[in-house]
């Protein structure tokens, strides 16, 4: 418990610091265009991870649909934000409420879509959350929103006909996309991010989060000793869910143009890629793999085009080998016996964790 | 009144049955268990002993017959409610929370006895740290109780065989149950760790005063603490009594026991 404290409060504060620095470098101008330019989506990236790490590491359930909440939290965050554009005064007020809008959205469908979901486990649910996934792409790719001096119109597939020419304004252009205006800052990301990694990390240090992991690690002993296990796998994902639609608010705000169709198959992978080599369960792996993956690939790998997927794909094959494979299980138990340094480090941890539980009691 | 209240037996089983296809596992079952006994539930392989607890902690539902709790009718119910209810149990092959602590495995056990919501955690309001320090210290006398408050640290799946069985009994334990079902605490365990957990099981019995229901095959162990006894055979009973009359039945040696 004190040593799971520390730990949050060593991950909180350094991603604090490095959010913070990163922003105050971009807005001093000392970053080029280009790294600048990384640090939204980045940010973005960061909250989707440690979102999907909630259902991935700590429930313990494999999602594969985690860019279809995103998608419905930019769309309803765009759309609430085009449509009360000239309405509501203060910018950041309306972005805000956007935001929170999508974000409550991408909660509601969690809990639609996991009452039924959550009944399977393991591989079905993976499919049907894929699935899902591909639904809401779909759905968003063929909505049809305008706005004239009558209201809102509303088409699918086909734009709505009914409108007064004069004063329409298309807000969602089916497979064009919307045009959100561009709120998200590197700033805002900074902050939305700190709030999101605080209310998972304190959601996971308390007696939810240790209901949902004794869910993960064993859903009949859980059932035994009380624990409702529907409930807290139903609240795990809306979570995740919700944040996934904070995260896909900022996204919407981000872009000049945002379509549907990046809401695929492939960025639901891409994050289970993040939250899968930073380890999971761990929220602070989550952040560095994220960092890591996502900063190289654009910075130094944009000459591999293509390639730079197929890459990714290795990776992931061989994380998995990495930590499953009976051969690198012993490798790495090799490497670690073999160190003398990594015996010094946890006789010194020891020391420190005793004297820190000292001075608490 | 209270005579009346003392001679209802903690768990009672009514013609308990269940049927999978064809197959009768456990056929019109009856038991009674007073409070405060320590009660022996043996037979060979495949006799059915593991499926009446299922249908006792509610992981299958009997096909017919009846489950009381304190004489009150639990047949059916979830394995959430039948916890809730008062029934903790162990399993046959352990099942800890492998990748949590020896500690948060404890306060999990205690969950419905930590008393704040959701939001209230990831607010950390008041009775967050009221609760959390109230039950982290339950947690720590529980273990302490099981000498394992050297371990409130390490994870689970790393203790020692012995001592993983121990945290099972823990963790049930922390339920605040009035019965407790053992399944095979002996298994797998050398004769120095049996006499342990021997020693283990009466002591629960004594400190905190409970009725509890195993499952084993050790016969040292069964003739060593258990009271009384029921024996299983092909999902029906064999024999029933106080444990020494029943180990010298005929029909137990034969089906069971061996000469």
């Known amino acids: 418990m004190r040593k799971q404290t520390k730990n949050n409060l060593i991950t909180f504060s350094g991603t604090a610091v ?3 620095l990163m922003a105050g470098l971009s807005t001093a101008g000392v970053l080029d265009n280009k790294t600048t330019g990384l640090l939204v989506p980045m940010g973005i990236y960061i ?7 909630l259902t991935v590491g700590i429930l313990g359930e494999l999602s594969l649909g985690h860019a279809g909440f995103m998608c419905i939290g930019a769309y309803v965050s765009g759309a609430f934000s085009l449509i009360f554009q000239n309405t509501i005064s203060p910018v950041w007020l309306r972005f805000a409420l956007a935001v929170i809008f999508g974000g409550i959205m991408a909660a509601v469908f969690g809990v639609l879509i996991g009452i039924p979901v959550l009944r399977l486990r393991g591989d079905y649910l993976a499919i049907v959350t894929l699935g899902f996934g591909e639904i809401m792409k779909s759905i968003a790719n063929n909505v049809y929103l305008t706005m004239d001096k009558n209201g809102l119109h ?3 597939t086909v734009p709505p006909t009914n409108v007064d020419e004069a004063t329409k304004q298309e807000l969602l252009k089916g497979p064009i996309g919307m045009a959100a205006p561009q709120d998200t800052n590197v700033w805002i990301v900074a902050v939305v991010l700190l709030i999101c990694l605080a209310v998972l990390m304190l959601f996971i240090d308390s007696r939810s989060g240790r209901a949902c992991m004794a869910v993960r690690d064993n859903y009949i002993a859980a059932q035994s000793v009380g624990i409702n296990v529907t409930k807290y796998r139903l609240m795990a994902f809306t979570l995740s869910a919700a944040i996934a639609g904070v995260a896909g608010g900022l996204y919407s705000h981000s872009l000049s143009l945002l379509a549907a169709k ?3 198959y492939n960025l639901s992978i891409l994050i289970l890629v993040f939250v899968v080599l930073g380890g999971l369960g761990s929220l602070r792996g989550s952040i560095i793999a994220t960092i890591i993956l996502y900063a190289l690939p654009e910075l130094f790998l944009r000459g591999a085009g293509n390639l730079r997927m197929l890459l ?4 992931l094959v061989f994380m998995m080998l990495w930590t499953n494979a009976p051969f690198f299980i012993a490798l790495r138990e090799k490497i670690a016996a073999s160190k003398p340094v990594m015996k010094l480090k946890s006789v010194f941890r020891r020391d420190k964790s005793d004297k820190s539980a000292g001075g608490a009691a | 009144m209270s005579e009346n209240a ?8 009514l013609e308990l049955s269940i049927q999978f296809g064809g197959l009768h596992a456990v056929d019109g079952l009856n038991l009674r268990i007073k409070k405060g006994c320590l009660y022996g539930l043996i037979g060979p392989n495949g006799a059915g002993k593991t499926t009446v607890f299922n249908m006792i902690t509610g992981v299958y539902k009997p096909t017919a017959g009846s489950v ?5 009718n639990i047949t059916g119910k979830s394995p959430v409610e039948i916890n809730k209810a008062g029934i903790a149990r162990t399993f046959q092959n352990i099942r800890l929370f492998k990748a949590m602590s020896v500690l948060d495995n404890v306060k999990a056990g205690l969950h419905n006895e930590t008393k704040y919501t959701a939001i209230e955690g990831v607010l950390r309001l008041p009775r967050y740290f009221r609760e959390e320090k109230r039950v982290n210290e339950k947690a720590r006398e529980l273990l302490k109780v099981f000498g394992l408050e050297d371990n409130i640290n390490s994870i689970a799946a790393n203790l020692p065989y012995g001592k993983q069985r121990k945290l099972e009994i823990a963790r049930a334990l922390a339920t605040d149950p009035k019965l407790l079902l053992l399944d095979e605490p002996a298994a797998g365990m050398n004769p120095n760790e049996t006499a342990e957990l021997m020693e283990t099981i009466r002591f629960v019995r004594e400190q905190f005063n409970m009725t509890i ?3 084993e095959h050790d016969m040292k162990l069964v003739s060593g603490i258990c009271e009384e006894l029921t024996v299983l055979n092909f999902g029906q009973e064999l024999a029933q009594g106080e444990t020494a009359a029943v180990l010298k039945d005929p029909k137990v040696i034969t089906a069971y026991l061996g000469e």
């Open chain 1, 18 to 20: 490095l959010c913070f």
């Open chain 1, 262 to 264: 990046k809401f695929d």
């Open chain 2, 6 to 13: 003392n001679n209802t037996p903690v768990l009672e089983l």
């Open chain 1, 47 to 53: 909250i989707l991870a440690i979102s999907l790490n």
């Open chain 2, 68 to 72: 009381l709790l304190n004489g009150k």
């Open chain 1, 154 to 156: 509303f088409g699918f």
């Open chain 1, 312 to 315: 990714y794909a290795i990776v």
């Open chain 2, 213 to 215: 229901l195993l499952i």
